[in-house]
């Protein structure tokens, strides 16, 4: 089949229009609910409570030994039978962004796990509250750290989001097959997909080469 410029012009727009923003939305989404989320577990698996540190580590385990489709099934499928039930971006969000919240949980632990013993000591001897320390001491530290490989776990989320085509949601690939569907012609704008998805990812890599290079000056 030969490449129709025409054609592919002509679905341009639709592509970029419908599901590029959708696909930013998941994506900037899911990855602020992963950064919070990821962090609330970390800082859980480092509980004094051992049930507590033993829950936050079975959670991260189930799921990280699951596929992230069959979560997102299960989250779209199964969860309003027992009420819990959102429209399918929503759900789409909360499920991949709590999958890698599992991801980065472990960026976090490292980066906490980095600070010198010395600034604990220090705090400690200070009688600093808990809440300070981590707050004020630890964490300000600890951060900076992990951004450049966070921002690596962004750019694989981004690459996820066509999973949630499954359910509905009608990202770059969604719309682009919808497209090529009523034409039944799908080189140009899957190829026009494929190609938003490669500038997309570029793009992000820039920038986290660009944070990493300011994290290692500072």
Same mark, same amino acid.
């Given at each position: 089949?030969?490449?129709?410029?025409?054609?592919?012009?002509?679905?341009?727009?639709?592509?970029?229009?419908?599901?590029?923003?959708?696909?930013?939305?998941?994506?900037?989404?899911?990855?602020?609910?992963?950064?919070?989320?990821?962090?609330?577990?970390?800082?859980? &698996?480092?509980?004094?409570?051992?049930?507590?540190?033993?829950?936050?580590?079975?959670?991260?385990?189930?799921?990280?030994?699951?596929?992230?489709?069959?979560?997102?099934?299960?989250?779209?499928?199964?969860?309003?039978?027992?009420?819990?039930?959102?429209?399918?971006?929503?759900?789409?969000?909360?499920?991949?962004?709590?999958?890698?919240?599992?991801?980065?949980?472990?960026?976090?632990?490292?980066?906490?796990?980095?600070?010198?013993?010395?600034?604990?000591?220090?705090?400690?001897?200070?009688?600093?509250? &808990?809440?300070?320390?981590?707050?004020?001491?630890?964490?300000?530290?600890?951060?900076? &750290?992990?951004?450049?490989?966070?921002?690596?776990?962004?750019?694989?989320?981004?690459?996820?989001?066509?999973?949630?085509?499954?359910?509905?949601?009608?990202?770059?690939?969604?719309?682009?097959?919808?497209?090529?569907?009523?034409?039944?012609?799908?080189?140009?704008?899957?190829?026009?997909?494929?190609?938003?998805?490669?500038?997309?990812?570029?793009?992000?890599?820039?920038?986290?080469?660009?944070?990493?290079?300011?994290?290692?000056?500072?």
């Amino acid at each position: 089949m030969n490449w129709d410029w025409n054609y592919a012009r002509q679905v341009f727009p639709e592509i970029v229009g419908n599901g590029l923003l959708v696909t930013i939305e998941a994506t900037v989404l899911g990855s602020i609910l992963a950064y919070v989320l990821g962090l609330g577990l970390a800082l859980l &698996r480092r509980s004094p409570v051992r049930i507590v540190s033993g829950l936050a580590w079975a959670f991260i385990e189930i799921i990280r030994s699951t596929p992230l489709i069959v979560q997102v099934f299960f989250a779209f499928f199964v969860l309003p039978d027992i009420g819990l039930k959102f429209d399918a971006l929503t759900t789409g969000v909360i499920v991949i962004g709590l999958h890698y919240a599992t991801y980065t949980a472990e960026v976090y632990r490292a980066g906490i796990e980095a600070v010198p013993p010395g600034q604990w000591e220090a705090a400690k001897a200070l009688s600093l509250p &808990r809440a300070r320390t981590w707050l004020a001491v630890i964490l300000p530290q600890a951060i900076p &750290r992990v951004l450049p490989a966070l921002g690596n776990y962004s750019i694989s989320l981004l690459k996820e989001t066509p999973i949630l085509l499954t359910i509905g949601v009608l990202d770059i690939v969604g719309a682009a097959y919808q497209a090529g569907s009523r034409a039944f012609r799908y080189p140009e704008p899957i190829t026009i997909a494929g190609v938003l998805f490669l500038v997309l990812s570029y793009s992000a890599s820039l920038l986290v080469r660009r944070l990493e290079r300011r994290v290692a000056t500072h």
